[in-house]
């Protein structure tokens, strides 16, 4: 049979290698009621033949009933063998090969990143700004008497012992005096 297709309304016997089968005038009746006599002799040898193959896939069926062989453990040999063809081709060791070597070098970028990052952190606790911020911080807390860290807002001992500590929004030496907006 040819690649091509037959377009709709074409007559697909017009695309097979052999001619159609047309009556030889070219035989004898001779020949013809030979040919007929081999054409049964060969339709009833593959008859025969289907039959022998269906009793044959019967026997091998009651065979593989007998040893315990089920059609799923069939398919798990058939999958673990498939599966050791497929980690044992050039392909797939290549390709781990590969993966591993990226997961490698993703590992050595994100150490390197990891690096710098802790670096600049180190960098910026060591600029004089953010000294001056953590200072400040420091100085909030110890202004903090020991009942408001203890979470006692609003007692009365808190009222007797007088002002409480500065708000963190008040103004200092460095900070420029901000007046707030009118509406």
């Keep these: 049979m040819t690649d091509a297709l037959p377009e709709l ?16 005038p070219s035989l004898t009746p001779e020949e013809q009621e030979e040919l007929q006599g081999e ?13 022998v193959l269906t009793a ?15 059609p799923l453990n069939e398919l798990k040999q058939n999958f673990s063998r498939s599966w050791q063809e497929v980690t044992t081709s050039n392909a797939y060791r290549r390709t781990s090969e590969s993966f591993s070597l990226a997961g490698q070098k993703a590992s050595a970028a994100f150490s390197t ?11 910026v606790k060591n600029k004089p700004t953010f000294k001056s911020f953590e200072e400040k911080v ?14 006692n807002h609003g ?18 030496d460095e900070m420029p005096n901000q007046e707030p907006p009118t509406h």
């Design 155 to 172: 007692s009365q001992d808190d009222d007797a012992a007088g002002p409480g500590p500065e708000p963190f929004n008040s103004q200092s």
């Design 39 to 51: 054409l049964a002799k060969v339709e009833e040898e593959i008859q025969t033949l289907s039959q």
């Design 138 to 151: 420091g100085n909030l807390k110890t202004k903090r008497s020991p009942s408001e860290t203890l979470g």
């Design 56 to 70: 044959k896939e019967k026997e091998l069926a009651d065979i593989k009933r007998k040893l315990g062989i089920t």
């Design 113 to 123: 990143m990891g690096s710098a990052f802790t670096r600049k952190l180190e960098d």
């Design 9 to 24: 309304g074409e007559d697909p016997a017009s695309f097979m290698d052999d001619p159609p089968p047309t009556a030889a």
